[in-house]
Structure formats: structure tokens, C-alpha cells
């Protein structure tokens, strides 16, 4: 019975502790709010998101270390490093 609720209190201070992270993580929008993928990704902090809508996207993109997402809601979002002619990265959901 012990177990059973020490069990019980661990999952619900876990749970609480996840819902407190999201209640801080931030959603940053290119380019409505950081002009490119990369200044989204400098902008954010762990557990932000970075959200691109659609277009084309000619850059490198370095995640740095941190853990983020960086999405699409659109099909039509594609990364060019601009060395090629070929998209080299697409955000398809």
C-alpha cells in the first residue's frame, strides 16, 4: 500500500513538475518575430518552440545545444543552405 501511493505521489509531482515547464516555454514565429530560422533558434530556450511558417529559407541552421523544436504547420517550408540549387531539409508534418 506504501509503494502503492509513494508511487502514486512520485508520478503526480512528475506531472506537476512538466506542467510547470510548459506554462514557461515560449513559441517563436518566423518570421513574425525573428526575422530567420537561425535568430529563432538564438532567441529560444530549452523547451521553446520554433515555428516557420511557409517559404523559403536560405541559411545553416545550428540547433546549438539546445533542446527546442523547430516546426511547421506547412508542407511548403523548405531549407536551402544556398550552396546548391536542392532543398536540403523540409519540415513536412
Known amino acids: ?10 508520478l503526480l509531482v512528475l506531472l506537476m513538475a512538466l506542467a510547470c515547464q ?27 518552440t520554433v515555428l516557420v511558417q511557409p517559404g523559403m529559407y536560405v541559411e545553416h ?7 527546442i523544436v523547430v516546426g511547421s504547420l506547412y508542407l511548403t517550408t523548405s531549407l536551402n ?9 523540409y519540415f513536412i508534418f
Open 1 to 10: 500500500m506504501e509503494s502503492s501511493v509513494s508511487k502514486s505521489i512520485g
Open 22 to 48: 510548459a506554462v514557461y516555454a515560449a513559441t517563436i514565429r518566423v518570421p513574425q518575430d525573428q526575422a530567420t530560422i537561425q535568430a529563432g533558434i538564438d532567441a529560444a530556450v530549452d523547451g521553446d
Open 61 to 67: 541552421i545550428n540547433f546549438n545545444g539546445k533542446n
Open 81 to 89: 543552405t544556398g550552396e546548391s540549387h536542392r532543398k536540403v531539409l
